[in-house]
Structure formats: structure tokens, C-alpha cells
């Protein structure tokens, strides 16, 4: 049964979104500030983290950093905020992906078996890939940048198992949605570009080349 916790100040929004997430049959642990939900993580550390962006005392952008420095569960935020800054700085702050309010249970349902689906390592493959001073072993499911190994979330990797399943070849934005996030529908591809943002912040901005109008492709 997936474990997750829910942080959320509105008791009506945290007591429904619960409720509806148990029938999905998943567990659900609640909180209703930043200290609180910080507590409870470290009392036992979820399956993923729905965290909404404005927790009082703490708020959930300052949570979620908080969350990934010590563990790299799938964090989901939440909020009714959809302004440009208020998605990057969300998503930068270590998150997985940004639902916003009115949503539905069952799309964050969906969303939270998508994360979760990404946390799981992909099926093994006896190969190392290459790029330059990059290198990717399929086996073992580690990144290395000169020597060193990199420390990537569950979306971080699949992301750059995605490029390095075609270098050179330039993938849409849309295509990414579709294909790290498991997007049926259209997304908000602000997702993509933080995430590949933060994804060359750790593997050298070189690594991944943008091509203007297009999307993005990793350079042989």
C-alpha cells in the first residue's frame, strides 16, 4: 500500500483529498503546517509527499527542499497559485511535479502513480553509455560526471535516460510530458523546461542543448 503524506492547511481540501486517496487504496498520512509535516516525514519517510506551496509557519516550497535533502521520495506540490514564478520556484525547489487548485482526486491520483512509476528503476541492461565526460550505467542505475557519481532524483533520471535514449535527436517539450510524466492530457511544460534546468545544473550545461521552438536534445 503506497504511503503517502499529505500536507495541507485547509482542513476541508486535506480531510477530502484524503478521504478520496484512500479509496484510490492508498495510505494517507496528514498534516496541517510546515512544522508538522516535517515532523511527520521524519517520523517515517513516505512513498511520496503532497505538499501544498502555502503551509503556514513553514511553507511548502521551504518543506519540500527540506524533504530533499534527506530523502529522494517523489514530491508533489499543490496550490492555487499558477503564476510563471510561483511554478519555477516550486519545482526548483526539488519537486516532482505542480497540480493546481480546483483539482481532481483522480487526477492527482494518476499524478502520484506517475512519480512513483518513475521511481522505480527501469529494467536492467548490462551497458554503459558515454557522453563525453558523462557516463550512465544502465545496471546499476548510476550517473557519473568525470569519475564522480551525481545524485538525481527518480525524474531527473528518466529524463536523461530519455536523451540518452536518442542523442542528437531533439525531443519536444511535449513528447517529454508524454513520456517522463506520463501526461494523457496537455501539461504545463514549465515542468520540463525546470527539470531539464536543474538536470544540467548537475551533469554541466553543455550536456543538453536547447533548439529554439523545438525542445531539447542531448549532444552526442
Known amino acids: ?28 498520512r496528514t ?26 509557519h513553514l511553507d511548502g516550497v521551504s518543506l519540500a527542499r527540506r524533504i530533499r535533502e534527506a530523502a529522494d521520495i517523489p514530491i508533489i506540490m499543490i496550490s492555487a497559485r499558477t503564476d510563471a514564478i510561483d511554478v519555477i520556484n516550486a519545482l526548483e525547489s526539488g519537486a516532482d511535479d505542480y497540480v493546481t487548485k480546483p483539482f ?22 548490462s551497458t554503459v553509455l558515454a557522453f563525453g565526460e558523462l557516463t550512465i550505467d544502465l545496471e546499476a542505475m548510476e550517473v557519473r560526471l568525470r569519475g564522480e557519481r551525481v ?47 536543474r538536470l544540467r545544473a548537475k551533469i554541466g550545461n553543455g550536456a543538453i542543448e536547447t533548439v529554439r521552438g523545438f525542445g531539447y536534445k542531448l549532444r552526442r
Open 1 to 28: 500500500m503506497t504511503d503517502v503524506l499529505l500536507v495541507e492547511d485547509d482542513p476541508v481540501i486535506r480531510e477530502a483529498t484524503a478521504m478520496a486517496l484512500e479509496m484510490h487504496g492508498m495510505r494517507v
Open 104 to 125: 481532481d482526486v483522480g487526477v492527482l491520483h494518476a499524478r502520484i502513480r506517475a512519480v512513483l512509476r518513475r521511481a522505480v528503476a527501469p529494467e536492467r541492461a
Open 31 to 56: 498534516a496541517s503546517d510546515g512544522p508538522a509535516g516535517l515532523s511527520a516525514f521524519r517520523a517515517q519517510v513516505p512513498d511520496v509527499a503532497v505538499l501544498d506551496v502555502m503551509l503556514p
Open 151 to 197: 545524485a538525481l532524483t527518480p525524474t531527473e533520471l528518466k529524463l536523461l535516460l530519455e536523451f540518452a535514449a536518442e542523442p542528437g535527436v531533439v525531443l519536444s517539450r511535449d513528447a517529454l510530458l508524454h513520456r517522463v510524466w506520463d501526461y494523457a492530457w496537455d501539461g504545463d511544460t514549465r515542468v520540463v523546461d525546470v527539470h531539464v534546468q
